[in-house]
């Protein structure tokens, strides 16, 4: 299979399969407990039918849209995530590459494997950068700081992984940054031979956002221990009014699922939240974005931009969320596999289709303009309509 025949999600994932040693593959792909709030995020899509209009004149379509002050030729954008040289040796350069290419926005996380000022010296196209709280304020101020003098323009703190998922499918192979595999992982690694050549043949694996604070070597041996050494589940809303006060700029938090946790992100001055489940791999049973997006919108999309992540895989998905009210949406899985079955190429294939798809679906539902979307072009099936609708 290559990459020419990847047409959609699925055969980007079937690639990365063929190309990862399954402990990294299965970080990818896998969630916490049973998944049980993996596969909802993907299903509830498919509770909502889109309803399209006809004779509209759409021969061009115009899919910019402005997000926390920042304009995107596209309303998806890369989010931020970890570990992503283990994926490919490019890592986030791929990615910030391919998001640079298509005026699109991108994270770089606190986990990256690239540094915040390597990609933001290279693009221009708007940045985030995706941060942890943790117990040294100290440590959490001078990030911020160091982000504000790159030149990034977001801040995004995520907020629902105080304390690390239980993901079963890393526990069964030992996977951990440093490797710690057990030998049924070592086994994985060693069925993958080119993948074993690659990462020794590239730069040495870093964590360079963490690097000058974090010894992963020494007292905090694993991703795992520092989410439960180092990040503080104390966390609270005054700490955070603190550090948008000090931040200055746009301050988003990734990972509200509540609509009071949203108004109260309003309240504090973040200019977004992210609707969030982490992509399923933190509370398994937590409801889906898609199916509290409508509410979230209602309670305090007036003042502050909602964003919505996990579970996209198309274009029509996306045009549901932003009919919704969602501003813009969030692609991960999307992007990672096929980062990690081809770089940059990968990255940029994915982003094509994404565009293309969207393109189409826009012209098929009679619309020239993002904001031409609202709900009168959805209909929800038997029980799923959002509360926030049925009470209007």
């Known amino acids: 299979m290559r990459l020419t025949d990847c047409h959609n999600h699925a055969d980007f994932r079937r690639l990365a399969k063929r190309r990862l040693p399954s402990p990294i593959f299965d970080y990818i792909d896998g969630g916490a407990d049973d998944e049980s709030t993996l596969a909802r ?50 890592g986030e350069r791929a990615t910030g590459a391919a998001a640079a290419k298509f005026g699109t926005m991108f994270g770089v996380s606190s986990l990256g494997t690239v540094s915040l000022e390597e990609l933001r010296k ?32 977001v801040m995004m703190l995520t907020v629902d992984s105080i304390t690390g998922g239980n993901r079963e499918r890393d526990k069964r192979t030992g996977f951990s940054i440093p490797f710690r595999l057990n030998a049924r992982g070592l086994a994985q690694f060693v069925m993958k031979p080119a993948w074993g050549i690659n990462y020794i043949s590239h730069d040495t694996f870093a964590l360079p956002q963490l690097d000058a604070h974090v010894d992963m070597g020494g007292g905090t041996a694993s991703i795992g221990q520092y989410f ?14 603190e550090m948008v006060e000090m931040w200055g700029g746009p301050f988003c938090l990734k990972g509200v699922m509540a609509a009071e946790d949203a108004v109260r992100a309003a309240d504090i001055g973040c200019a977004g939240v992210v609707i969030s489940n982490h992509g399923g791999r933190q509370l398994d049973g937590s409801r889906s974005p898609f199916d509290q997006l409508d509410e979230i919108v209602q309670a305090a999309g007036d003042r502050l931009d909602v964003m919505l992540d996990s579970g996209v895989t198309r274009g029509s998905h996306v045009l ?11 692609l991960g899985r999307y992007y990672l596999f096929p980062l990690a079955a081809a770089g940059q190429p990968g990255v940029e294939r994915a982003l094509g289709l994404m565009r293309d798809e969207l393109i189409r679906d826009m012209r098929l539902m009679g619309r020239t303009r993002i904001d031409q979307l ?3 072009n959805l209909r929800f099936r038997d029980g799923a309509e959002p509360r926030a609708l049925a009470g209007r």
């Open 228 to 241: 439960t050494e180092m990040l503080d589940p104390a966390m609270n809303w005054d700490d955070v009014a």
């Open 320 to 330: 549901k969320a932003l009919s919704l009210g969602a501003k813009a949406v969030g």
């Open 374 to 376: 609202t709900r009168d």
């Open 122 to 153: 290279k693009h221009s196209n708007p940045q985030v950068y995706q941060f942890y709280f943790h117990k040294d304020r100290g440590l959490n101020r001078a990030m911020m700081q160091r982000a504000k003098e790159a030149g990034v323009e």
């Open 41 to 90: 995020n993907a299903a509830s899509f498919g509770e909502v039918d889109l309803i399209p209009n006809v004779l509209r004149g759409v021969e061009e379509v115009d899919l910019s849209v402005t997000v926390m002050g920042q304009k995107l030729d596209l309303p998806v954008y890369c989010s931020p995530t970890a570990l992503q040289r283990l994926f490919h040796h490019d």
